[in-house]
């Protein structure tokens, strides 16, 4: 059965450039390297990514950086991703969530836990922790909104 699954996933990478590898995130053909967690075929930009521009644009970077695949690699922890207590205990339930089942995923979390939406201190906006602009401090979370608003005075 893996034999299988590992046959169906060149298939569906496959096609022109690169030996008919593709990237597993986008789908394009071309410069591309086997991730150092997951063994996934990946473009090989992010050499591209600008420092502090908070971009989004690089394959590579994004599985590496906001994947629970990335950082259990990273962070050096035994076992896999979808099992490891440890990476489960770095971060609050939205983050863990928003990790692991996300489009820089190769495979996602299956049942997901459940969570409460961070919602801002001030103004009661939902914040997404994965994907908006917030502050922290403590417990308490400002959208981007209100965190202009307040360190502006």
Known sequence: ???????????????????????????????????????????DDESEYVLFSYARNSCHRNHQRFTLCGYHHAEEHSGTWKDCSSCRGEFETELYVYYGTNEFNFEKLENPPA???????????????????????????WCERCSTEKFQR
């Not at 995130?25 to 996934?40: F, M, N, Y």
């Not at 969570?115 to 602009?133: A, H, Q, V």
């Open 1 to 43: 059965m893996a034999g299988k699954k590992k046959a169906r996933g060149r298939a569906r990478r496959g096609g022109a450039g690169s030996g008919g590898r593709r990237c597993g995130l986008c789908g394009k053909a071309g410069k591309l390297v086997r991730t150092e967690c997951c063994g996934q075929w990946i473009c």
């Open 115 to 141: 969570y409460r939406p961070t919602r801002c201190s001030i103004c009661d906006t939902i914040i997404r922790l994965g994907e908006d602009g917030y502050s922290i401090q403590g417990s308490r979370y």
